[in-house]
C-alpha cells in the first residue's frame, strides 16, 4: 500500500439505479453489495515500467481467452502458459459461515462456482505477484463456523460440478443405506492463468439484515496457483452465485482505474425480484443473451455482435465469427473477469488496420507496440487533442455500444495511445475454439450493465461509475 500512488487502483462498482423510476422492487429483493477495491485487484501501472505493465495486462487478456476458449475441462488440470499476473478484475466481499466470516471474491460472469482460500493451511503457489502485496492471503477458517459441512457424494449439488455420473464413484455408499460419509471429490478449476483446488462445503451464505441463505454450494480451496484471492463465479451454470440465489438480474458498473490510492467503489446489485415483471430498466438498450449451442460453453453469456463501426466503416467482419456455430465455437460473450477485449486474429487484423487506416495523421509507435503487445499504438506527444475515430459495437436488437475514447485507447502516458484489444497469433481454423470475441471489463467502465437474467437479454448504458 505505501508505494500506492503507482498503483492503478481498480475497484469495482455496481450502481444501484436509485434514480431510476423503476417499478420499485420490494424492499427484500435487491441486495446490494458495495465494494471496495482489495488489494489485488489492484493493476500496477509503474511510472518506470509502464510498456511493462500494459503488457503484462495484454498477457493476461490473452491467456484468460485461451482458456475461456478451450472447451471446459473444469475439473482436470490442465497446462496453459503461466504469465505474470496481477488482477484486472474487480472484486466483492461476502460474508459466509456461522459466525459470519467475510472474503473478498473477483467477480467473474465466465466461471460460476464460488470459491474462497480456505483453511489455516491454504497454500497460494507462484502468488508473490511483482505488483501486488500478498501479505497473509486472510482464508476462511471452516472450523470455526458452526454451519460447514462437507458436500457428501451422493448430494445433489455434488452433481452440480460433477454430473450425475459422480453418483456411480460413491464406492463407500452402500446403495441400499441413504446414509453416506463419503464426501463430493474434490474439485480442480482451471483459470486463464491460474487455477485452484478444494473440497466443496455447505454453508450459510449472509447478507447482514437483507438475506439469509443456508446451504450455499461454496468452494474450500486448499490450493490456489496464481490466484491469490477466491472468485465469486456469476456464469450461467446451477453452482454460480445468481443461479443458487435464484436472481432475476444483477447489474454493476465498474469504475474507472485511477492513478492514485483512492479506493473508489461502487455497487454491484443482485436482484431476487420477485413477481413477472419483464419491465426494462429506463434509459439501458437491450439485446438478448444467445444459446450456445454446445454444453462446453455452457458458463457464459453470449450476446449477438451483428457489426463494429469504427468512424464512418462497417468492418466486414466474417458470419462464422459473430454467431456460434454447430461446433459451439465463435460469437461474443460479455466476460468481467477478461481485462482487455479478446477478439480472434482475422477479426482484430481487420479492426487494428482499421484503425491504422484512419489514424494515419499520428505516427506509428513500434517500439511501444513493441513493448506492450498491443497494436497500434500512436505517437501522439506534443499534440493539445487527439482525435481517433469512434468505436461502436452494434448488437441485435439494435443496442449500440458506443465506447467512450479511454475505453478503447489506453493513455499510458501523454506521448502514446495504444488500442487495449488483444489478440493471439492462432491461425486456422480448429485451433482457437469457443467464444471469437470476449467483451472484458476495461471495455465495461462507465457502463451501467445489466444481466437480466429472468428476460435473457442483456442491458446498458454509457454513465460515469463514480456518481
Ligand atoms: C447412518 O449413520 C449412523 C452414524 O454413522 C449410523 O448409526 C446409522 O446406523 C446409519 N444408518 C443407516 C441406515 O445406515
Ligand atoms: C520490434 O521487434 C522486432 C522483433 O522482436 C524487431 O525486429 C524490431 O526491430 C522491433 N522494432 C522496434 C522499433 O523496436
Ligand atoms: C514520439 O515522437 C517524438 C517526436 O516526434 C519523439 O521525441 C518521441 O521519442 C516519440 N515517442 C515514442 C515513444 O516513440
Ligand atoms: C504474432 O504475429 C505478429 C505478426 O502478425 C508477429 O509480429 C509477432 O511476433 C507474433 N507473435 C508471436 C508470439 O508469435
Not at 508505494?3 to 423510476?21: A, D, K, V, Y
Not at 461476502?94 to 467475510?102: I, M, R, S, V, Y
Request: with cysteine; glycine share 8%; aromatic share 10%.
Amino acid at each position: 500500500m505505501a508505494s500506492s500512488r503507482f498503483l492503478l487502483l481498480l475497484s469495482f462498482l455496481i450502481l444501484i439505479s436509485s434514480s431510476t423510476p423503476t417499478p420499485t422492487p420490494t424492499p427484500t429483493s435487491t441486495i446490494t453489495i458495495p465494494l471496495s477495491a482489495p488489494s489485488s485487484t489492484k493493476l500496477i501501472i509503474s511510472s518506470k515500467n509502464p510498456w511493462g505493465a500494459l503488457n503484462h495486462l495484454a498477457s493476461l487478456s490473452l491467456s484468460r481467452a485461451h482458456h475461456i476458449k478451450s472447451p471446459k475441462t473444469k475439473f482436470s488440470l490442465l497446462k496453459t502458459p503461466l504469465f505474470p499476473r496481477s488482477y484486472g478484475g474487480y472484486s466483492i466481499s461476502l460474508n459466509f459461515g456461522t459466525p459470519p466470516q467475510t472474503t473478498k471474491f473477483v467477480m467473474d460472469t465466465g466461471s460460476s462456482l464460488v470459491w474462497f482460500p480456505c483453511t489455516s493451511r491454504y497454500l497460494c503457489s507462484r502468488c508473490d505477484f511483482p505488483n501486488i502485496e500478498v501479505t497473509g492471503i486472510p482464508t476462511f477458517i471452516p472450523k470455526q463456523s458452526s454451519s460447514s459441512n462437507l458436500i457428501g457424494c451422493k448430494n445433489h449439488k455434488c452433481s452440480w460440478l460433477f454430473g450425475p455420473k459422480v453418483q456411480s464413484k460413491c464406492q463407500e455408499c452402500n446403495p441400499t443405506t441413504q446414509n453416506c460419509t463419503q464426501s463430493c471429490p474434490p474439485y480442480v478449476i482451471q483459470y486463464g492463468s491460474g487455477s485452484t483446488a478444494g473440497l466443496l462445503l455447505s454453508e450459510t451464505l449472509d447478507f447482514p439484515h437483507k438475506k439469509t441463505i443456508p446451504g450455499f454450494l461454496v468452494g474450500c480451496s486448499l490450493f490456489s496457483i496464481r490466484q491469490p484471492e477466491g472468485i465469486a463465479g456469476f456464469g450461467r451454470s446451477p453452482e454460480s452465485l445468481p443461479s443458487q440465489l435464484g436472481l432475476k438480474k444483477f447489474s454493476y458498473c465498474l469504475v474507472s482505474h485511477a492513478f492514485d490510492d483512492t479506493p473508489v467503489s461502487s455497487d454491484l446489485v443482485l436482484d431476487t425480484g420477485s413477481g413477472s415483471d419483464d419491465t426494462k430498466t429506463p434509459g439501458l438498450s437491450y439485446t438478448p443473451f444467445q444459446k450456445n449451442p454446445t454444453a462446453a460453453f455452457r458458463d457464459y453469456y453470449y450476446v449477438l455482435l451483428r457489426n463494429i463501426v469504427i468512424g464512418d466503416t462497417h468492418v466486414k467482419v466474417p458470419y462464422k465469427f459473430l454467431v456460434p456455430g454447430s461446433d459451439g465455437n465463435g460469437g461474443t460473450i460479455v466476460d468481467s473477469g477478461t481485462t482487455f477485449t479478446f477478439m480472434e486474429k482475422p477479426v482484430y487484423e481487420l479492426v487494428a488496420k482499421e484503425f491504422e487506416k484512419q489514424v494515419a495523421h499520428y505516427t506509428v509507435a513500434t517500439e511501444v507496440q513493441n513493448q506492450t503487445g498491443l497494436r497500434p499504438c500512436f505517437n501522439i506527444s506534443g499534440e493539445k487533442s487527439v482525435s481517433v475515430p469512434e468505436f461502436i459495437f452494434h448488437f441485435k436488437g439494435g443496442a449500440k455500444m458506443a465506447l467512450p475514447l479511454a475505453n478503447y485507447f489506453s493513455f499510458v502516458d501523454s506521448g502514446v495511445i495504444c488500442l487495449t484489444i488483444v489478440s493471439d497469433n492462432m491461425s486456422g481454423s480448429g485451433i482457437g475454439g469457443g467464444p471469437a470475441i470476449i467483451l472484458g471489463n476495461y471495455q465495461q467502465r462507465n457502463f451501467h450493465v445489466e444481466f437480466d437474467l429472468k428476460n435473457e437479454r442483456f442491458g446498458f448504458k454509457q454513465q460515469n461509475c463514480v456518481s
